[in-house]
């Protein structure tokens, strides 16, 4: 058998809470993070609903105790939160021999600051403030959060819009198995931004009421923000090192729709491809995946075809499956990693977190979701779907340790 | 014969400021201009996209699709079992248009199209589309790692073997909002500079760039092999305490290969007084070693080295170092080992490691 790639570590900030534990309570007592807008100023206030992180961008820098505010976009800081709790779950400090990497995600990087440096420069182009828009790319925030920790063996930033923070942690496992470096904080950042907002507002998927996945009246999305990272070693080390495992990546697979720039296929072919390359990977049949945690935008196209595409893997016997984005919203760039903690809850809390905001089967999918919360559940093998623009379809399977 | 493990390069598409498209010339007739911005000769895309799906694609999308098809072709590849693209900074031209009508318009009257190709993924993404190639896609968007991030996933999909032909480029585009946004950061030269000249002035800055080259890596060698791409790594300067030459003896340790059978060392000089000092620092080391330049030719971005290796295939291939990349002449018979070394903002370094098939 190959190497077996474990998660020692996790980390997650969400509009649900701060840390895995204040997420687990919001989970179990089916709070969801979806409200007003109040991060900035636009014409959507009152309108349209967003899951915003509920600290300001001088109390997340107080809770790193960090000091100068112009250096951090909202996406490092939230990033910054959550990698540092995984890595102080896994116990990595500065200096040790093992080599250490960062993979983080994220889909529009320092928008937030480029936004307050932009009016200004389309004004009289000498004028905005640089350090506004040095934090602009996407590589930024990667870089700060592998200067807070420590991190120098090697850093990269992945964007595959929806589908990113699943896909690092993708290539976080492949770089263990290849033995390219010892241990990988893979994740992802994003924060809300009127970018972000306006663009999906424009394209007419944002549910005015808040997100509602797999209901036959669901209306569109609604945008979170947030950051979650797992800590990612081999079997081997994490024993050797004597970590405690949360638990264990069997199985992943990335696959492409080709239909369409933002739109699944009708028949969510991607969708298929991405679930089936997952299981097989792991070596796990369908009917062994305890639950699923699908990446449900609540937009009529991805359920539709996510569900159909389900349907279609599972046949007669779909496992339980939610969408917990009725709890944090669509966190983009963030969301693969946040939702791969929230699997890694379920397994280990035996519970399946409920979809929140259902009332009416879909007429066109004979399956419909978890609607209760499931305690007591034995949950071994959790599916976590994460799909993105561009057609960028990604399934992780999370599952329960045991040693071989 | 193949070599298990061994990595080939077997086709490229480079579109750039140089006419890089057809394959038959090799930077023989170069463009030669007083500037500091250099901007792609952009083909016909019309001999690469149809007129319906080209008249609302972003430039960058443009030229990400072109310098892949030309690089499928030059392969002969159909379908690559793998398309993983690394850009900088993205659409950069889709995000400032978006940007800009959101804040005139106070957030009314938005169209889609701006932003939905303002997603970085967007030319990996419409690559697949269009080949309808339903096989891993990804994106790297790592400053100037962003296209070793890229070749690095290439060389992890290859050897791992779940995929045995993968497309693999860096693309950035240069906007007029960018460049002036680098301008202000110091990034260019105060003074428009001759191609010819700028690696021989010193002053402070560069001249900015932009680009899009392809790469079909595959795991058998074919008979439009241009080398074999034998190592890739990315290191920061600055959290290491150790010197140039030796990070680079570490490096060719792991595979197999000593400094003295460095025959040409392309590197990422770009006419910036204070980028200078790494590049003599490990040329220093490389006696043996000839040593040639791209980014007069190309210009300084994000994702410049695609070029460097573009440019070093070619070299591999054509056993010629083009007169106007030569900054010292290999003494080698053959060049059979030319290392890639290229840093952005001494921030983000590599090295890339290519033979003689």
Known sequence: ?404 | MTNLNAIYINGLGNLSPQKTTDSSHFLDEVNRVQSNRLACIEPNYRDFISPDILRRMGRLIKMGVASSRICLADAGCVMPDAIITGTGLGCLEDTEKFLTTLIRNNEELLTPTSFIQSTHNTVSAQIALLLKCHNYNFTYVHRGWSFESALLDAMIQLRNGKASKVLAGGMDELTNGSFEISRRLGLWRMKPADTFELLKTTARGSIAGEGSAFFLLSSAQSDTTYAVLTGMNTFNRKASPVSLPRLLSDFLERSGTGPEEIDLAVCGLNGDTSSARPYKELTGSLNNAGIAAWKHLSGEYMTSSAFGLWMASMIMKKQQVPEAAVIRPPGAKTIKTILIYNHYLDLNHSFILIRKP
């Open chain 1, 1 to 404: 058998m190959g190497i077996r790639v474990v998660i020692t570590g996790y980390g997650i900030v969400s509009s649900i809470g701060m840390n895995a534990d204040e997420v687990l309570g919001s989970l179990l007592e089916e709070v969801s993070g979806i409200g007003e807008i109040t991060r900035f100023d636009t014409i959507h206030k009152g309108k349209l609903p967003l899951a915003e992180v509920k600290r300001s961008n001088a109390e997340l820098l107080e809770l790193s105790g960090l000091k100068d505010k112009r250096k951090y976009s909202r996406t490092s800081l939230l990033g910054i939160a959550a990698a540092s709790q995984a890595a102080g779950m896994a116990g990595i400090k500065p200096n040790q021999s093992l080599r250490t990497g960062l993979i983080s995600a994220n889909t529009v990087g320092g928008m937030d600051r480029t936004e307050d440096f932009y009016p200004l420069f389309l004004e009289n182009q000498s004028r905005g403030r640089l350090s506004e828009v040095a934090t602009h790319d996407c590589g930024e925030s990667t870089e700060r959060i592998a200067q807070f920790l420590d991190i120098r063996d090697f850093i990269t930033t992945i964007s595959t819009a929806c589908s990113s923070s699943a896909n690092a942690i993708m290539l976080g496992s492949e770089m263990i198995k290849a033995g390219l470096i010892d241990r990988v904080i893979a994740g992802g950042a994003d924060a809300v931004t009127r970018f972000t907002l306006n663009g999906f507002n424009t394209l007419m998927i944002l549910d005015k009421n808040g997100c509602r996945p797999f209901d036959e009246e669901r209306a569109g999305l609604t945008i979170g923000e947030g950051a979650a990272f797992l800590v990612l070693e081999s079997e081997e080390l994490a024993i050797r090192e004597g970590r405690k495992i949360a638990g264990f990546l069997s199985g992943y697979g990335n696959a492409n729709d080709a239909y369409h720039q933002t739109a699944s296929s009708p028949d969510g072919i991607g969708a298929g491809l991405a679930m089936a390359k997952a299981l097989e990977m792991g070596g796990i049949v369908p009917a062994r995946i305890s639950y699923i945690n699908v990446h449900g935008t609540g937009t009529q196209n991805n359920d539709l075809s996510e569900g159909i595409a389900v349907q279609r893997l599972f046949g007669g016997e779909v496992p339980p499956f939610s969408s917990t984005k009725s709890y944090t919203g669509h966190t983009l760039g963030a969301a693969g990693a946040i939702e791969a903690v929230i699997s890694l809850l379920s397994i280990q809390h035996s519970c399946v977190f409920p979809n929140l905001g259902w009332a009416t089967p879909m007429k066109e999918l004979y399956i419909r979701p978890v609607t209760t919360l499931l305690r007591n559940t034995d949950v071994e093998h959790v599916l976590s779907n994460s799909f993105g623009f561009g057609g960028n379809n990604s399934s992780l399977v999370l599952s329960k340790y045991n040693s071989r």
